[in-house]
Nanobody, 120 residues
Framework: QVQLVESGGGLVQAGGSLRLSCVAS????????MAWYRQAPGKQRDLVAG???????NYADSVKGRFTISRDNAKNTVYLQMNSLKPEDTAVYYC??????????????WGQGIQVTVSS
């Protein structure tokens, strides 16, 4: 079994910064792609940023230049540095991690979600 634990969310004023972390633990042979999604009330869950195992990144247009995704493979951790936050960034943020298990199968797991609220 694999667990993803997110941290770093909270309330911040517009223009401020937050850093989200997501740690994967459990039956892990390797880690593949890692990503952050977000879901605002009444809206669908959308990709915010993705990072492949070889370092390729992609970002939603709305966060380009403000958010940075990174990873620490030794710690099975993915980060999301969020700068110049706007009220429209308010949402529940979820990490998504592709885990390679001991049978070489690739399975994606979701974190429990963490609230980010940006006040104007």
């Amino acid at each position: 079994q694999v667990q993803l634990v997110e941290s770093g969310g909270g309330l911040v004023q517009a223009g401020g910064s937050l850093r989200l972390s997501c740690v994967a633990s459990g039956s892990i042979f390797g880690i593949g792609a890692m990503a952050w999604y977000r879901q605002a009330p009444g809206k669908q869950r959308d990709l915010v940023a993705g990072l492949t195992s070889v370092g390729t990144t992609n970002y939603a247009d709305s966060v380009k230049g403000r958010f940075t995704i990174s990873r620490d493979n030794a710690k099975n951790t993915v980060y999301l540095q969020m700068n110049s936050l706007k009220p429209e960034d308010t949402a529940v943020y979820y990490c998504n991690v592709e885990v390679v298990n001991t049978n070489s199968a690739r399975v994606r797991y979701w974190g429990q979600g963490i609230q980010v609220t940006v006040s104007s």
